[in-house]
C-alpha cells in the first residue's frame, strides 16, 4: 500500500538531507526512549545522523520498512511486536540474530538488509557494568518467549556454572533447552529447564541462585511470576534479581527486595542494546567516544 506514515514521526529520510537517518519502529512506539539514546550518542561521537520513529500497522512493518531504507534510511531498531518480522525481511543475518530467532536491529549494507539482536549483548553489558559476576554462577531465567532467547546466548558466552529455565509452559523451556544444549555443552555451561513447582520445592531447589532474570512481561501488569513459596527458596541476600521491564519498581523486583537480594530493572539494557547497534551503524572505533552509562545517569535523573 502506498500510505505508508514514514513522515508521522519525522522519520522520512528525504526531509534530512545531509544527515543519516535512523528509526525505532514499534507499535506503540511515541513511548520510546530511543530517539534520546541514540541522539546522545550521535551528540558524543559527533555524527551527523537523524533518529525517529516509526508505527506500523501490525501486518504492516515489512512494507513501512521497506518504503524507510528505499528512501534513504540507513539502520533501524525494532521492538515490540515487529521483531519477528524483522528477521523475515532481513536478507543476512548474523549468528547470535539467528540463535536469538529474532532481529531488533536492521541495517543496510550493499544494497542487502542484515538483521542483528543486541538484546542479549545489552543485558550482559547492563550486568557487567553493574559489578555482577556472571562467570561462574547459577543463573535463573524465567520465561521461555523472545526476550529469553535472545539473551540465553550471550548469557552462556559469560560461562556461568548453571542455567536454568523456568516457563509457565514447561514445554517451552524444554524447547529452549534443546534448542541451546550444542551450545551450552561447548561452553561447558549446565543447562536445564525447571518447572514452578521445582522451585517451590525445598527439597528439590536446595539453594538459591546468584543472578535471576525475568524476561516475562509480567511486570507491566504489576505481577510476578514468582509464587511465595518460590521466592522463599531461589532469593538469598546474596543474589542478584534483574527485571527486563523498565521505568517501575516491579512486583518481582520487591519480592527479591524482601528476601534482602539486590535489584535492577532493565533500563540499562535498554541503553547498552542500543549502543551495540549503534556501534554496529556507525562503527566499533567510535566504542571509545559514547558514554553509555552516561546516558543512562540522564535517564534516571
Given at each position: 500500500m ?9 522519520t ?12 525505532v ?15 546522545r550518542f ?7 545522523m537523524?533518529?525517529g ?6 501486518g504492516?512493518f515489512?512494507?513501512v520498512?521497506k ?5 534513504g ?18 536478507e ?15 541495517w ?17 553489558r ?12 547459577r543463573?535463573l ?6 526476550a ?12 556461568p ?11 517451552r523451556?524444554?524447547?529452549l ?6 551450545l ?14 521445582e522451585?517451590?520445592?525445598h527439597?528439590?531447589?536446595t ?5 535471576v ?14 509464587t ?13 534479581a ?19 537480594a539486590?535489584v ?12 551495540d ?14 558514554d553509555?552509562r ?8
Amino acid at each position: 500500500m502506498n500510505s505508508i506514515p514514514i513522515n508521522e514521526f519525522h522519520t522520512d529520510p528525504v526531509q534530512f538531507p545531509g544527515l543519516d537517518v535512523y528509526a525505532v519502529a514499534g507499535n506503540p512506539i511515541a513511548h520510546s526512549k530511543s530517539p534520546l539514546i541514540h541522539q546522545r550518542f550521535a551528540a558524543q561521537s559527533k555524527q551527523a545522523m537523524h533518529y525517529g520513529r516509526l508505527q506500523p500497522a501490525v501486518g504492516e512493518f515489512v512494507s513501512v520498512a521497506k518504503s524507510f531504507f528505499a528512501a534513504g534510511g540507513k539502520g533501524m531498531n525494532v521492538t515490540v511486536p515487529f521483531k519477528l518480522d524483522a528477521q523475515g525481511m532481513a536478507e543476512v543475518l548474523t549468528s547470535r540474530a539467528q540463535l536469538a530467532g529474532a532481529v531488533n536491529t536492521l541495517w543496510i549494507k550493499e544494497g542487502k538488509i542484515y538483521g542483528d539482536n543486541t538484546d542479549g549483548s545489552g543485558l550482559v553489558r547492563d550486568l557487567l557494568a553493574q559489578g555482577i559476576e556472571i562467570r561462574g554462577t547459577r543463573i535463573l531465567l524465567l520465561g521461555a518467549g523472545g526476550a529469553a532467547r535472545g539473551v540465553i546466548g550471550p548469557l552462556l558466552d559469560q560461562l556461568p556454572v548453571q542455567l536454568t529455565v523456568v516457563n509457565r509452559s514447561n514445554s517451552r523451556a524444554e524447547e529452549l533447552v534443546s534448542m541451546f544444549a550444542g551450545l551450552a555443552k561447548i561452553k561447558g555451561v549446565q543447562l536445564e529447564a525447571r518447572t514452578l513447582l521445582e522451585l517451590e520445592d525445598h527439597a528439590m531447589t536446595t539453594t538459591a541462585f546468584d543472578l535471576v532474570i525475568n524476561a516475562t512481561a509480567a511486570g507491566l501488569n504489576d505481577e510476578s511470576p514468582l509464587t511465595a513459596g518460590a521466592v522463599n527458596n531461589i532469593f538469598a541476600p546474596s543474589s542478584f534479581a534483574y527485571d527486563m521491564v523498565y521505568g517501575k519498581t516491579t512486583a518481582f523486583m520487591q519480592q527479591a527486595l524482601l528476601r534482602g537480594a539486590r535489584v535492577s530493572d532493565g533500563l540499562g539494557m535498554l541503553v547498552e542494546q542500543a549502543a551495540d547497534a549503534f556501534l554496529i551503524w556507525r562503527g566499533a572505533d567510535l566504542s571509545g567516544q559514547i558514554d553509555s552509562r552516561a546516558v543512562l545517569s540522564e535517564l534516571r535523573s
